[in-house]
């Protein structure tokens, strides 16, 4: 039987404090990470994604104290990225409550790392960033860091062939922020055994059910949009087909 997919709802943290980010340039606070995240939790995502977005910018390490509060007050399993950039880190962070880490930086800074990680907590526990775009045909890889894009073939990549990470959080940097304007031609970008998280510029469910249709797409992000609107998140999951998505409800037998 295949599995469901799943809606993923992101907190960006900047500065100790939850803001929106529109193309990776901009941002508007938001408030307090803990209370956006218990509202997540209250609302029944399948999943809180929380970046802290200038850690590893400031060489700093990643908010552990930040992150046991949030996982003190919600049981949706929590996947953190943000200032990782060894195996203390990684552990660290798991052991404040994260059931999953989330990699940028220090796959194309050590690679030989991520391989470390894996065997440590297990590669279901991985997710690898990637902010792309698209130019001219083809797929690029944006450093945040030094805010240059560099042409990538996701298909020759080392870490394609060793599965050391479950699942891609795949970012479109360029129209995160913007409603409705996620390139969904990335995916064909990637190998069909890659499994995918879908995330920037996603707003309605005609575009999340679109991105469902992918074999590859196992959940879809959505960061800004949550705050505009009450009831959000709920109307999307009203509008999308109940055979795509993950049951909430745990049986027990």
């Known amino acids: 039987m295949a599995f469901k997919k799943r809606l ?30 218990e509202n ?72 030989s790392q991520i391989k470390m990680v894996s065997e440590s907590i297990g590669s279901q526990a991985v997710i690898l960033s990637m902010p792309c775009s698209i130019s001219n045909g083809k797929i690029s890889h944006y450093n945040y860091i030094s805010k240059k894009s560099e042409v990538v073939d996701f298909h020759s990549l080392p870490f394609m062939k060793e599965y050391i990470a479950s699942e891609f959080l795949l970012i479109d940097h360029l129209h995160e922020g913007k409603p409705n ?45 949550l705050n505009y609107k009450e009831h959000y998140f709920q109307n999307i999951k009203l509008e999308l087909s109940s055979s795509l998505l993950r049951n909430p409800v745990f049986e027990s037998y």
């Open 181 to 225: 304007s996620f390139s969904e031609e990335m995916v064909k970008y990637f190998p069909n055994e890659i499994s995918l998280i879908c995330f920037g510029g996603i707003s309605n469910s005609q575009q999340v059910e679109r991105l469902f249709q992918n074999q590859n797409v196992v959940g879809v992000c959505i960061g800004n949009f």
């Open 40 to 111: 997540l939790d209250r609302w029944g995502v399948d999943e809180i994604v929380i970046l802290s977005i200038d850690s590893t910018k400031k060489g700093i390490d990643p908010d552990l104290h930040l992150l046991s509060e949030i996982s003190k007050r919600v049981n949706t399993p929590i996947a953190y990225g943000g200032g990782i950039k060894n195996l203390k880190n990684v552990l660290d962070v798991i052991h404040s409550g994260a059931d999953r880490i989330i990699i940028d930086q220090l796959y194309f800074q050590n690679p």
């Open 8 to 37: 993923v709802a992101s907190i960006l943290v900047k500065d100790g404090i939850a803001v929106q980010s529109f193309g990776y340039n901009e941002y508007l606070p938001l408030g307090n990470p803990v209370i956006l995240a």
